[in-house]
């Protein structure tokens, strides 16, 4: 009878451990979390007005975000007054009409830190403009070329891009001088750069880097075949330089505003636009990272968080994942974004941050209604953001 006793302990120990380490490694939030929304002026009117812009930042603190990053370079213009901008183009702020008489980024942080959301401004066109705008009309000497000399790069098969050469001493200088002007004047939480902050591996075959690449390689002139390893090793290394000088000088402004990054998946993202933030991340010039993946389903979702480059930045520094909530003409469903979401808590990523705004609750095929009552559930408490420093 004593030895039946001993066995029936012994089996209930084991049911009450094994229940309690399943209850345990169910529970979905971590004691912070990255909760994020990039907040844009195309497809979206959210910042062109007072109103608007005040309203968005209620409705995302009821949900529990905690992280807003606004556009605040787009189109060839600043969206807040920007002496840098009139020095350089005659233009201090976007002409659109709903942004005068205003400082929409002074406006964020003010009703942001109101509600304890931190506010990391988003250099959304990052050396990309339009190739109509003033800053490519007055300075062409700026642009890089592909091979054949041409300099127009269709994003969407719609609009007619240029790029800004990030090789060009008076590029960086320009693009350091927008930074810091940020940096210095408002009282933000960091500082993100995404997927523009390099260029498409097309080009790279303007004057100065031509020359500049033939210095360093003994007179002979860059390879045509734009994926020449050697030839992306370079261009993308003459970034990641580019970027450790204005990670520091950054740093130098403010030491306490982080240096966030957005870029595509890694493989995609040095090879397509040179952009290695792998070795960024290595070498500590990245802060927070949040990297887009944008799928369309769970198999390649997943694919994508299981990468080599994505899981050792895991272990270094905040993480989190990019979700695609919509396009204008591109609805996504309420499950799908749960089913994201989800995933990236159980594989132990340090927050998502939702593109865009808009998309959030107006452009999917639910009800606005219906999706603001399912964020409120993902996001069933409030937490602060996971940093660098916790």
Partial sequence: MKLLRLILLFFLTCIFVYSFSQFSHSQPLKNKEIRGVWLTNIDSDVLFSAQKTKSSIETLSKLNFNS???????????????????????????????????????????????KNMAVIPWFEFGFMAPADSQLAKMHPEW???RPDGSTIWLEGNVHERVWLNPLHPQ????????ILE??????????????????????????????????????????LDRKNPEWVEWRSNKITNYMETLFHLIKEVKNDVIVSVSPNPQEFSKNEFLMDWAKWERKGFIEELIVQIYRNNMDSFNKELAQKDLLLAKD?????????????GRSIPLDLINEQVNSTREKGFG?????????????????????QSSFKNLFYQKLDRATINN
């Fill in 171 to 178: 590029v960086q200088s320009f693009i350091t001088d927008l």
């Fill in 143 to 145: 642009l890089t070329k």
């Fill in 316 to 328: 270094h520094i905040p993480t989190a994942i990019g979700i695609l909530t919509g396009l204008k």
């Fill in 351 to 371: 927050g998502v941050s939702f593109f865009f705004y808009e998309s959030l609750w107006n452009f999917g095929p639910e009800i606005v209604q219906e999706r």
């Fill in 182 to 223: 940020i940096v210095s004047k408002y009282d933000i939480e960091g500082i993100q750069v995404d997927d523009h902050f390099g260029y498409p591996s097309e080009f790279g075959y303007d004057d100065y880097t031509v020359t500049l690449y033939r210095q360093e390689h003994q007179g002979q002139s860059p390879p």
């Fill in 68 to 114: 807003i990053y606004p556009t605040v370079w787009n189109w060839g213009y600043t969206l807040y007054p920007s002496k840098v901008m009139e020095d350089t183009i005659g233009i201090k702020l976007d002409p659109t009409e709903g942004l005068q008489n205003r400082d929409l980024l002074a406006e964020i942080i003010t009703e942001a830190h109101d």
